[in-house]
């Protein structure tokens, strides 16, 4: 319970100083540092791809020296990246400090993942990953807020005081995070030491949530665009669909958690989460003849979230091998950082130029992701198990060779001493008593 307690606090700090950087970031860029949209967005997408990139050696170096240290120093990383920015004056320092903060951000992501695997026991992992979660969702709400005061500000010194805040709250989770136990690193398996990138079926099950999350560009940039543009609905709505998703996310993401144990759950999970995100779509593209089905359509959406969110983390650690979290979970989060770079180019084509019939493709694509995950999941389930029983299989062979290797010395022994026992004229029958 203590180290649910540190997490927690650890998650909480470090989400504010997110909420407030996602609020704030573009108009400071753009407004402040004078670089154009088309800069800033390629800046970013260069970030959290470098990140991607970066994500799974970072997530072996959890693995091979300890997740909490290397969570710890990637907390600094994101610190002094966030102070970066407040010196960045030109594209290319921009983008430069931008690879940093992507990488640091995805690689402490990973850590932490693998520091909780250590820590919480296979059965309670889903679940408080689930409440922290909702302590991170409660976290970007308060940096929100916080990151809207220097807006009403808009001043340079409230952008930079809001900078520096969030730069104080990775290095306050840091210390939180210096608060929980050292893991011993888990000693090295044999094996490639990137095992992960070999691992087809973990590698398809990543990919199909990589393509479910895809859902998170929906509230943040397409649908202000789709209400701007194909509804009459006031500007505001917006906000209140926000809230809609923070809100059903802190009161009800630890129930939904609650209710998956094991793959099948998961897969199931998934499922549901699919359809859930189909009728979303559906609802949405009627949103035009009344902005209440705006309301309606952000509560199905946030309840395939949560869905969606519960079963991911149960596929994600369990099919991971234990002593390899580190970079099996930095792959996993791979998915983030791809939605992020690639979904609202896609979906805001789909939804911004096929109108209704974009929806429904929007939709069709997460319904289809989900149904085939179960398969997927199966497939992942049989090659870990079979990987293991290999992997007995073979210890037992060598332990074997080992014994057999040992009784031949000892044999060779005893008779070495006989022999030097005939030389020195005793009898075999005496070295024998002499023996007992």
């Not at 203590?2 to 970031?25: E, M, N, P």
């Not at 649908?223 to 701007?228: D, F, I």
């Not at 998961?266 to 089905?293: E, K, Q, T």
């Not at 199966?378 to 293991?388: G, L, Y």
Request: charged share 15%; glycine share 12%.
């Amino acid at each position: 319970m203590k180290y649910r307690r540190i997490l927690a606090h650890a998650q909480l700090v470090s989400s504010i100083g997110d909420g407030v950087y996602l609020v704030t970031s573009a108009f400071y860029f753009s407004g402040i540092v004078g670089l154009s949209a088309a800069e800033i967005g390629l800046g970013l997408t260069l970030g959290w791809g470098v990140g991607s990139v970066a994500g799974v050696p970072l997530g072996h170096l959890a693995d091979r020296r300890g997740p909490r240290g290397v969570a710890v120093l990637l907390a600094i990383a994101t610190a002094v990246a966030v102070a970066g920015f407040l010196l960045a004056r030109s594209f290319a320092a921009f983008a430069l400090v931008a690879c940093l903060y992507g990488t640091a951000q995805t690689g402490l992501s990973a850590a932490r993942q693998a520091l909780l695997a250590a820590l919480i026991p296979p059965a309670e992992r889903t679940r408080v990953r689930a409440a922290l979660q909702a302590t991170l969702n409660g976290g970007l709400a308060t940096g929100a807020a916080l990151g809207g005061l220097a807006l009403s500000l808009g001043t340079r010194e409230g952008y930079l005081a809001v900078f520096a805040l969030d730069a104080l709250t990775f290095l306050t989770a840091a210390a939180w995070l210096l608060r929980l136990p050292a893991v011993r690193p888990a000693p090295a398996p044999a094996g490639p030491r990137l095992a992960v990138l070999r691992d087809r079926p973990y590698a398809l099950v990543t990919l199909i949530n990589a393509v479910m999350l895809f859902y998170m560009p929906l509230l943040s940039v397409v649908v202000p665009l789709w209400v701007a543009s194909r509804t009459g609905a006031p500007t505001w709505v917006v906000s209140v669909l926000l809230l809609i998703n923070t809100g059903g996310v802190v009161l009800f993401q630890v129930r939904v958690a609650r209710r998956v144990k094991g793959l099948r759950d998961a897969s199931a999970a998934m499922r549901r989460a699919g359809l859930l995100m189909l009728l979303a779509c559906a609802v949405f593209a009627l949103s035009p003849y009344g902005w209440v089905f705006l309301l309606v359509a952000a509560a199905l959406l946030v309840a395939g979230e949560m869905l969606l969110a519960s079963g991911g983390w149960e596929i994600g650690f369990t099919l991971a091998p234990d002593d390899r979290q580190g970079q099996y979970q930095a792959f996993f989060g791979t998915g983030v950082a791809v939605a992020r770079m690639l979904g609202p180019v896609v979906l805001t084509a789909l939804v911004l130029g096929g109108g209704t019939l974009g929806w429904l493709v929007v939709g069709g694509m997460f319904v289809t992701a989900g149904a085939v995950m179960a398969p997927a999941v199966r497939w992942a389930r049989v090659s870990r198990e079979a990987a293991q029983a290999e992997a007995v299989g073979d210890h037992e062979h060598a332990g074997e060779r080992h014994r057999r290797t040992r009784d031949h010395r000892v044999q060779q022994a005893e008779c070495g001493q006989r022999q030097r026992g005939h030389v020195v004229g005793e009898r075999p029958e005496q070295v024998a008593l002499d023996r007992r």
